[in-house]
């Protein structure tokens, strides 16, 4: 996979798929115990993913926020912080969210063809917009993070984003946390959307390790590529 970045999937959602209610306020799934583990999880990445979605509703910093993983990640020869990376099909982002304003480390943002030129200008120097093409092409984007140095890519959603790594066969790895309840409003936003998927029952993932944090449990699984 020298053409690309090894992709790794993470997401939280109750027993029935959903990783978020219909609330104006964000449902917590995961606990703190999770949370630091997610932060490990970022620290062995190079680049973390979001779409333009989750950086609107969530307001995300994106950031390791460990000081002794940062001083480790340094140690190594490391930037402290990971590369922050945004995919958007609208150019619908704005320059003050916490995506482009929390630290220091280089935030990329992955256009459509057609959004770009009012995207360059909208951003004005938060971060660096690459044309994509239209349709966005996700190994077009993947292509241009290895030839950034881009070994291993962590992709934190949302829904949207998760359904097209994995429709396209373009994950490796998935990290599905299970909060013990449900949610049930079918206004809600869901771990995947509506696809074909090749993690199909003739070619499923293997489970790698099941972790039980407190009341949440860990499920990992490698995603087998079809040939």
């Known amino acids: 996979m020298n053409d690309r970045p ?8 109750s027993v029935d798929g959903y990783i978020d209610d219909a609330s104006p306020e964000r449902l917590r799934l995961s606990s703190p115990a999770d949370f630091d583990r997610v932060d490990g ?3 062995a990445c190079d680049a973390i993913l979001v779409g333009a979605g989750t950086v609107r509703a969530d307001d995300p910093k994106l950031l390791i926020k460990s000081p002794a993983r940062q001083d480790r990640r ?8 990971l590369t922050k990376v945004t995919v958007t099909s609208t150019g619908d982002l704005d320059p003050g969210s ?3 304003t929390a630290g220091d ?6 256009a459509a063809s057609r959004a770009v030129p009012a995207l360059k200008e909208r951003l004005a120097g938060a971060g ?33 984003v998760h359904t097209h790594f994995l429709t396209e066969g373009l994950a ?15 206004a809600a936003p869901r771990f995947v959307h509506p696809g074909v998927f090749p993690q199909s029952p003739a070619h499923p993932m293997r489970l790698a390790e099941v972790t039980r944090i407190g009341d949440l449990v860990l499920m990992r ?7």
Do not use: N, T, W
Request: charge should be positive; proline fraction near 7%; glycine fraction near 10%.
């Open 128 to 160: 660096e917009v690459i044309d994509a093409g239209d349709p966005l092409d996700l190994r077009r984007l993947l292509a241009d993070l290895a030839g950034r140095g881009v070994r291993r890519l962590m992709v934190e959603g949302g829904g949207g």
């Open 172 to 186: 490796d790895e998935l990290h599905l946390v299970v909060a013990p309840f449900f949610v049930g409003d079918p």
């Open 98 to 100: 916490r995506f482009f």
């Open 221 to 227: 699984y490698l995603i087998k590529p079809r040939h």
């Open 105 to 110: 480390s280089p935030k990329l943002v992955y």
């Open 74 to 81: 340094a140690a190594r020869g490391l930037p402290r912080q």
């Open 6 to 13: 090894y992709v790794l999937l993470s997401c939280a959602m």
């Open 41 to 43: 999880v970022r620290a």
